[in-house]
Every structure is written in C-alpha cells, then in structure tokens.
C-alpha cells in the first residue's frame, strides 16, 4: 500500500461520523439509505462521507440497482491501526523493561553504599 | 484512561507512573549505559548506543532482536529540559547513523522517515510520571479509533478486522 492510501485512509479515519459508519458496515452490508437513518442526515451528506471513505479503499460500493449496498474493506484499516498498534507496543514494553530496571537500582541503592 | 495532557489527534500517547525520583528517571532515558539496560521491547538488546545530550546533539542506537536482527536508530535532540522534557525525532539509520528509509527494515513504504517523540516526566511526589508522545503519522491520523474502536470494546469492528488479518 502506498503512503498515499495511508494517508487517506487517516484521514477518512478522523471523522466520528465516518468511523460509525465502518462500525455499522463491520455487522454487514447496508444501503445509504439504511446508513442514513442513525444519524438525522440528508442523503447527500452520507454519500459524501461515504465517498471519502470509497476513495481511501475502506469499502466497496455494490452494482447492484439503485440501492450500490456499501461494503467494508478491512485491510486499510487494519494496516493503520497495526502501525499505530506497533508503537503502542514498543514504548509499552519498554517502559515495562524501565520499571524493571529502576527497582533493581533501588534495591542496589539499600544494600550498597546507598548515597 | 487518563493521560498527560490533551492527547493531538494524530498522536500516540503512552503514559506511565514510576516508583523513582524524577533525576534517577529522567537520566534512565540520557545516559547511555542506563538506556542500554531497558530500552526497546521485550528480549531486546542494545549493543550500541550513543547520546550527545545537547539541542541539536544526535543519537544512535542498535537494538537487537531476540533473533539476532540489528536495527539502529538515531535521532536529534531538539528540547532538552532536565530533568522534565525530551523532545527528539527518531528515524531509521545505518550502523554510520545515516537516515534509511524504514523500507530497508521492512517497515513497509507507509511508514514515514522521521517520527517526532516528546517525553514528559513530572514530579508525582518522589514518583516519576512519564508520558511520551509520538507523533509524525500521516496528517489527519486518528489514535481515538484504537482507544475507542479496539480498547473501547467494538467487538465488531475488532473481530471482522482480526479475521481479515
């Protein structure tokens, strides 16, 4: 994946109402009428979210009629949230690692010359 | 969960409170023989490392995977305020210190060459709260969906993605 698609996928990401919308389309397939509904919004205002999120590859829009049921696309996601995850992880283990390391100075502190 | 501070939303956030008086913490993450005893994950070594602790100073390091994989690292210091405030950029380096793209350890090419850490430790009474900060995702990257989509308990969501691993 390129870092373009990243970034937009971030991007698309920012928005409360477009993460609810991937939230809705992880329990199955939804029309933009269905996914209108929760929210008190004009269609035209779901199909432009719905846009950005089609664009940065996180769902896939249906041939099917009128209705294009949309569809989530869970690598993107995933990908940003594994780099995201990956950090998170780093400074988690190190900082476990840092707790270790100052109570063995501690208790090097009491039985040595102290200071 | 609380954390230091209002948390940018493009920024990671990890914060954690240590039994020790701040200038024994603070000199944990500046002197290289004690940042060689415990940074980096679980079963890492560092058989290198390397800190000019000035504005504008450099550092690198090499950390060993459990495997026996080199990474090095290395970084300038762009705030130092002891024992309070460390602020330093952090890249992907050769064993000279010159910056690689973190292609060249299979970082994928999404992962940006320069990422930006600032690391606060405050005074908790003898204790030592430490948060660090990691910035440099792509513009607009959004944590709240890992906090609020993983950790806040969106099965869903979490599920379908765990099966798309």
């Given at each position: 994946?390129?870092?373009?698609?990243?970034?937009?996928?971030?991007?698309?990401?920012?928005?409360?109402?477009r993460?609810?919308?991937?939230?809705?389309?992880?329990?199955?397939?939804a029309?933009?009428?269905?996914?209108?509904?929760?929210?008190?919004?004009?269609?035209?205002?779901?199909?432009?979210?719905?846009?950005?999120l089609?664009?940065?590859?996180?769902?896939?829009?249906?041939?099917?009629?009128?209705?294009?049921?949309?569809?989530?696309?869970?690598?993107?996601?995933?990908?940003?949230?594994?780099?995201?995850?990956?950090?998170?992880?780093?400074?988690?283990?190190g900082?476990d690692?840092?707790?270790?390391?100052?109570?063995?100075?501690?208790?090097?502190?009491?039985?040595?010359?102290?200071? | 969960?609380?954390?230091g501070?209002?948390?940018?939303?493009?920024?990671?956030?990890?914060?954690r409170?240590?039994?020790?008086?701040?200038?024994l913490?603070?000199?944990?993450?500046?002197?290289p023989?004690?940042?060689?005893?415990?940074?980096?994950?679980?079963g890492?070594?560092?058989?290198?490392?390397?800190?000019?602790?000035?504005?504008?100073?450099?550092?690198?390091?090499?950390?060993?995977?459990?495997?026996?994989?080199?990474f090095?690292?290395?970084?300038?210091?762009?705030?130092i305020?002891?024992?309070?405030?460390?602020?330093?950029?952090?890249?992907?380096?050769?064993?000279?210190?010159?910056?690689?793209?973190?292609?060249?350890?299979?970082?994928?090419?999404?992962?940006?060459?320069?990422?930006?850490?600032?690391?606060?430790?405050?005074?908790?009474?003898?204790?030592?709260?430490?948060?660090?900060?990691?910035?440099g995702?792509?513009?607009?990257?959004?944590?709240?969906?890992?906090?609020?989509?993983?950790?806040?308990?969106?099965?869903?969501?979490?599920?379908?993605?765990a099966?798309?691993?």
């Amino acid at each position: 994946m390129s870092s373009n698609t990243l970034d937009s996928t971030f991007a698309a990401l920012a928005d409360p109402t477009r993460r609810e919308i991937l939230v809705r389309l992880a329990s199955g397939e939804a029309s933009v009428k269905e996914l209108a509904e929760p929210f008190q919004m004009s269609l035209p205002g779901v199909s432009k979210h719905l846009k950005v999120l089609e664009r940065a590859g996180l769902i896939s829009r249906g041939r099917v009629a009128q209705s294009r049921p949309c569809r989530l696309e869970a690598r993107p996601l995933k990908e940003a949230a594994d780099w995201v995850e990956r950090y998170r992880r780093f400074w988690e283990e190190g900082f476990d690692r840092l707790e270790d390391y100052l109570q063995e100075i501690r208790r090097e502190g009491e039985g040595g010359n102290g200071r | 969960m609380a954390t230091g501070g209002d948390p940018r939303p493009e920024e990671l956030v990890v914060t954690r409170v240590f039994d020790s008086p701040r200038e024994l913490v603070f000199r944990a993450w500046t002197e290289p023989e004690r940042v060689r005893r415990w940074w980096g994950p679980e079963g890492f070594t560092m058989p290198y490392c390397d800190i000019d602790l000035r504005p504008g100073g450099t550092f690198l390091r090499c950390m060993r995977s459990p495997g026996g994989r080199d990474f090095w690292v290395t970084g300038v210091f762009r705030e130092i305020v002891a024992p309070e405030l460390l602020v330093f950029t952090d890249s992907f380096a050769d064993a000279e210190g010159h910056v690689v793209p973190p292609a060249r350890y299979g970082a994928g090419p999404d992962m940006p060459p320069e990422r930006l850490v600032t690391v606060t430790f405050e005074d908790r009474g003898g204790a030592t709260r430490v948060t660090v900060r990691h910035a440099g995702l792509p513009s607009g990257a959004d944590r709240d969906l890992v906090r609020h989509g993983w950790a806040g308990g969106l099965e869903s969501l979490s599920g379908y993605l765990a099966g798309a691993a």
